[in-house]
């Protein structure tokens, strides 16, 4: 499993998540990041699922090819690819 960030670390990046219209659909209504700042650390099951699916796809991509998108996408979904 993959340690979460904070959601306060998360909002000091938002900003650059925004303006660079990153993980849109994580940042959704009812979608990944809201149900975080609903939940914590205690989401729903289906959702420590997509988490982790999401973090194993991209931080592949990430590790061959690090780029800022990438690593403002995983630290949407509450993981720091450092």
Avoid: C
């Avoid at 650059?16 to 729903?44: C, H």
């Avoid at 420590?48 to 995983?74: D, G």
């Amino acid at each position: 499993m993959y340690p979460f960030l904070s959601l306060k670390q998360i909002q000091r990046y938002l900003p650059r998540i925004e303006a660079e219209n990153v993980s849109i659909v994580a940042r959704s209504k009812d979608q990944f990041l809201d149900q975080y700042k609903k939940y914590g650390t205690n989401l729903p099951q289906s959702w420590h699922i997509k988490r982790s699916n999401f973090i194993n796809r991209h931080l592949k991509q990430y590790k061959k090819n690090p780029t800022n998108r990438r690593k403002l996408a995983l630290i949407t979904w509450a993981y720091m690819p450092e």
